[in-house]
């Protein structure tokens, strides 16, 4: 039987990014380094089949540090975490790495330095990410202010609209954080913004791969986690850019076939904690059931490489 034609527009880049590479890479050479069980507080990133992977290695999973012992490893997840974590596993003597994606310690000092300078923070992201949570963690309570949407900027009511500044999850719409961005200018026109947008490189490269393949896609599949803000931003920037049917699955089981009948383009993008494997299974699935055409569509080329800590490069019993 012949196959029916398709044509899938892969967005480039797409999946792993420069910060969840290198947070994976902690976990598996902290394993190799000290052995089974290392624990890591949260995720290490938003992506199931990673965390199942790694937990098949001998990571152990946490949501607090109250759940893990004294005397084993333990990572902070590619989020970031509150300066009150790393002091309470100080306080402990734990063994403890840190797998903070560098752009996002980028917005941690930002803030401090803000701080600093006597500016109270607006932070732009999503209420209870890890991310956010994190971020406003490093400044004591009542120092950062949480706007989610362009709505939120009229009921802010800070100690000084002349004394502020704002900082930005790094996983945010580019498109809504820009509308965000100028509520906070047209309300507080003395607002200090960062010198570099927070918002990270793959983030945005990633949308920007994705408004190029939305408008000739019939249905647009993003491969990401429900809990990955950076994977649900590519699906939200795919419908506002002209591909109404534009969905999230975790890898290609999930996809519902039934639904796709009669298409001929599909978009297909990563988010940035997806593994490489499960673009390659989605289109394996693809091409049992059609005719399938691959077409990349690269919007940008990615060369990034952050260092681990200098910890797991050294042998065990190392200062």
């Known amino acids: 039987m ?32 000290w052995g089974a069980p290392i624990y890591v507080r949260h995720e290490i990133v938003h992506n199931k089949f990673v965390v199942d992977g790694l937990r098949d290695k001998g990571a152990v999973f946490v949501e607090e540090l109250d759940e893990c012992p004294d005397d084993r490893p333990v990572i902070f997840s590619a989020h970031g ?27 941690h000092i930002e803030a401090e330095r803000h701080h600093d300078n006597g500016l109270q923070m607006v932070m732009i992201g999503h209420e209870g990410h ?8 490093q400044l004591p309570d009542g120092e ?37 961005v100028a509520a906070l200018r047209n309300r507080f026109p003395a607002i200090v913004g960062p010198h570099k947008e927070d918002i990270c490189y793959a983030t945005t490269n990633r949308q920007h791969a994705v408004k190029a393949i939305a408008p000739q896609s019939d249905a647009l599949l993003v491969i990401g986690a429900p809990n990955s803000s950076n994977s649900r931003r590519l699906v939200e920037v795919a419908r506002a850019n002209g591909c109404d049917y534009s969905m999230l699955v975790q890898r290609a089981s999930e996809i519902d076939w039934r639904s796709l009948e009669g298409i001929r383009t599909v978009g297909l993008t990563a988010g940035a904690s997806a593994p490489q494997v499960l673009v390659d299974e989605v289109i394996d699935a693809f091409r049992d059931r059609y005719d399938v055409t691959v077409e990349m569509v690269e919007t940008a080329q990615e060369n990034i490489e952050f260092k681990v800590p200098r910890v797991l490069r050294q042998p065990v019993g190392a200062s």
């Open 144 to 180: 950062v202010l949480l706007v989610e949407t362009a709505e939120d900027v009229a009921t802010l009511t800070p100690r000084d609209p002349d004394q502020l500044a704002y900082i930005t999850q790094t996983t945010l719409s580019v498109d809504d954080t820009a509308g965000i």
């Open 2 to 33: 012949t196959k029916p034609a398709l044509t899938l527009y892969l967005a480039a880049p797409n999946g792993f990014c420069a910060g969840v590479d290198r947070a994976i890479k902690i976990v598996e050479m902290a394993i190799e380094k």
């Open 130 to 137: 890890p991310e956010t949570v994190g971020t406003m963690g």
């Open 81 to 107: 975490v509150a300066k009150s974590v790393p002091a309470e596993a100080g306080r402990r003597e734990m063994v403890y790495v840190d797998a903070t994606c560098p752009l996002v310690s980028k917005v």
